[in-house]
C-alpha cells in the first residue's frame, strides 16, 4: 500500500458538485465543464472509468429497491409497527430472540423472491471490464453476488449466514421459513442472524477491505445509500480527500458539492446500466 495512486486526481475536487437529473443540472450550473446534462454527466463518468485504475463501488438499501427488498427509511420502512433500528439491536435479540427472528425470517421470505436488477448486473460488468474493482456493500440480501460479483465485500453481513451465539460458528443458512428459534447443530446454541446489529462492531478485515479500497480508488461510486449509517457514510469522504472522482446515483441524489463531484439523480437500475454499456 501507498503507492497506489497514479497522481493523476484532483480535478474533479477543485470544481465542486453538481446534480443532474432528467430534466438538467439543478444546482451549480456548468461547475463541471461539458456535464449540463444527465447525458453529459453520464459520458463524463463513462470516461473516469475508463481511464481509473482503481474503482470502489459503495452500495446501500436503494440498490436492491427496485429488486423489490425494502430500503429501511421508505415507506415500507416498519414491520408490525417496529422500526428495524429497534429490532436489529443486540439488546432487542436477548430481550425477545424470537421476535427478532420473526422479523428477519420474513425478510428473508421477501428477499427470496427478489432477483438482482440491471443495475446489479452492470456492477458486475463493470468488475468483468475493471479489475481493480472493489466492490463494498451495506446491503445484506447477496444479491451482488447472486448478479455475478465475485467477492463484494459485506459490511454489514449476509441475512442467508447464522451465527452461533455458542460456538460462535458461521454457516449458510437458507430455509424459509427458518424454524424459530434456530439451533446449532454442532453445540446446540441458539443461532443468531450473521448480520452486523446497530451498536455492534464491524470486522477489522471487512473495515480494512473496505477503508483501503475508498482511500486508493481513481472513481468513487456511491449507490442508494442515504448516508447516515457509520462508517460506510464516511467512505466517500475518505475517496474525495485523497482526490478520488466521486459519484453518487440517487434519486434523491442531493449534489452536496463538498462530498460529491457529480449526484446522477436517477435509479440504480436505469443509470448504473448507461455507466457501463454491454
Ligand atoms: P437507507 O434505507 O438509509 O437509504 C436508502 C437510499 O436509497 C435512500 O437515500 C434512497 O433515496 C435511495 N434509493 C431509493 N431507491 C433507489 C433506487 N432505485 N436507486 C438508487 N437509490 C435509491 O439505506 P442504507 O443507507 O443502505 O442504510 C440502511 C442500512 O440497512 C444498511 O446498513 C443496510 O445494511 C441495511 N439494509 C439492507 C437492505 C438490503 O440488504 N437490501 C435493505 C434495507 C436495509
Ligand atoms: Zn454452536
Not at 118 to 125: Q, S
Not at 152 to 180: A, F, L, Y
Not at 264 to 277: I, M, N, S, T
Amino acid at each position: 500500500m501507498g503507492a497506489g495512486r497514479g497522481g493523476q486526481h484532483g480535478t474533479g475536487a477543485a470544481q465542486g458538485g453538481q446534480t443532474v437529473g432528467a430534466r438538467g443540472p439543478q444546482k451549480d450550473e456548468g461547475s463541471v465543464p461539458g456535464a449540463d446534462t444527465l447525458e453529459d454527466a453520464i459520458a463524463k463518468v463513462r470516461e473516469r472509468l475508463a481511464r481509473a485504475g482503481h474503482v470502489a463501488v459503495l452500495t446501500g438499501a436503494g440498490m436492491s429497491a427496485e429488486s423489490g427488498v425494502p430500503t429501511f427509511r421508505g415507506e415500507d420502512g416498519l414491520w408490525r409497527n417496529h422500526r428495524a433500528e429497534d429490532l436489529a439491536t443486540p439488546e432487542a435479540f436477548a430481550r425477545d430472540p424470537k421476535l427478532v427472528w420473526e422479523w428477519y425470517d420474513w425478510r428473508r421470505g421477501l428477499i427470496a423472491g427478489c432477483v438482482p436488477n440491471p443495475g446489479h448486473k452492470a456492477l458486475a460488468g463493470l468488475e468483468e471490464r475493471e479489475p481493480g474493482l472493489t466492490l463494498v456493500t451495506q446491503n445484506v440480501d447477496g444479491l451482488h453476488a447472486l448478479a455475478g460479483s465475485r467477492d463484494p465485500v459485506e459490511m454489514h453481513g449476509n441475512i442467508w449466514k447464522v451465527r452461533c451465539t455458542g460456538c460462535q460458528r458461521v454457516s449458510e443458512d437458507r430455509r424459509v421459513p427458518i424454524p424459530i428459534l434456530p439451533h446449532c447443530g454442532v453445540c446446540g446454541g441458539v443461532l443468531r442472524p450473521h448480520i452486523v446489529w446497530f451498536g455492534e462492531a464491524l470486522d477489522p478485515g471487512i473495515l480494512e477491505r473496505a477503508f483501503g479500497a475508498f482511500e486508493y480508488a481513481d472513481v468513487a461510486l456511491i449507490v442508494g445509500t442515504s448516508g447516515v449509517v457509520q462508517p460506510a457514510a464516511s467512505l466517500a469522504g475518505i475517496a474525495r480527500r485523497a482526490g478520488a472522482f466521486v459519484v453518487e446515483v440517487n434519486p434523491d441524489a442531493a449534489g452536496d458539492a463538498a462530498a460529491v463531484d457529480v449526484a446522477l439523480a436517477g435509479k440504480a437500475g436505469e443509470v448504473l446500466p448507461r455507466l457501463v454499456p454491454d
